[in-house]
């Protein structure tokens, strides 16, 4: 189902997905993304301290802002916004628990292997369901991200990333540098 999610961009459409484990992913879209041929999306993790909250230790709000807005300038684009993945798939508890490890010296990456978790535990199969549901093969993904490029490669979903660059601040600059330097990421 379908319900209308008006934003000062415009109107955007709302629905919910059921993931693999049982989650409610919410899927956005903007104009009508059929008519693109390879349409602006974003897959975004879940993240309460930077969507919601407004934290300035990482850039996920300010990404999803970005992407949403470049999505209302251009006429269409999807936002699949993946529930159950806040702190690289870690959880909102332990995701505390490394800003605490990271509060003390460690990055990002070694803060969550001190406890004890993967570099990140994401999984992005459900993202790439919901694009099959919608009927999407070819895609310009909003990320900085190569996982979730290599995910849709590996699904035969045609992919053409577009960085998207933010603003680093005093609070993230470690942050954004350890993701360049040791996930691979751009932007």
């Given at each position: 189902v379908?319900?209308?999610?008006p934003?000062?961009?415009?109107?955007?459409?709302?629905?919910?997905?059921?993931?693999?484990g049982?989650?409610?992913?919410?899927?956005l879209k903007?104009?009508?993304?059929?008519?693109a041929?390879?349409p602006l999306v974003?897959?975004?993790?879940?993240?309460l301290?930077?969507?919601?909250?407004g934290?300035?230790?990482c850039?996920?709000g300010?990404?999803?802002e970005?992407a949403?807005?470049?999505?209302?300038?251009?006429?269409?684009?999807?936002i699949i916004?993946?529930?159950?993945?806040e702190?690289r798939?870690?959880?909102?508890?332990?995701?505390i628990?490394?800003y605490?490890?990271?509060d003390?010296g460690?990055d990002?990456?070694?803060?969550?292997?001190?406890?004890?978790h993967?570099?990140?535990?994401?999984?992005?199969?459900?993202?790439?369901?919901i694009?099959?549901?919608?009927g999407i093969?070819?895609v310009t993904?909003l990320?900085?991200n190569?996982?979730?490029a290599?995910a849709?490669?590996?699904?035969?979903?045609?992919?053409k990333?577009?960085?998207?660059?933010?603003?680093?601040?005093?609070y993230?600059?470690k942050?954004?540098e350890?993701?360049?330097?040791r996930?691979?990421?751009g932007g």
């Open positions: 379908w319900a209308e999610l934003r000062k961009g415009g109107k955007w459409k709302i629905a919910t997905f059921l993931g693999s049982g989650v409610d992913h919410a899927v903007f104009g009508d993304v059929s008519r041929g390879s974003r897959i975004h993790s879940e993240c301290t930077g969507d919601v909250l934290s300035l230790r850039d996920c300010e990404q999803l970005s949403m807005s470049a999505m209302e300038s251009i006429g269409s684009g999807v916004y993946l529930r159950d993945q702190g798939g870690i959880g909102l508890a332990e995701k628990r490394a605490k490890l990271q003390e460690l990002t990456v070694d803060a969550n292997l001190a406890l004890g993967e570099i990140d535990e994401r999984d992005f199969g459900d993202a790439v369901e694009l099959q549901r919608l093969e070819a993904l990320t900085n190569p996982l979730k290599q849709l490669n590996d699904a035969a979903i045609v992919t990333v577009e960085d998207l660059t933010t603003s680093p601040n005093p993230n600059r942050y954004l350890t993701k360049r330097e996930l691979g990421h």
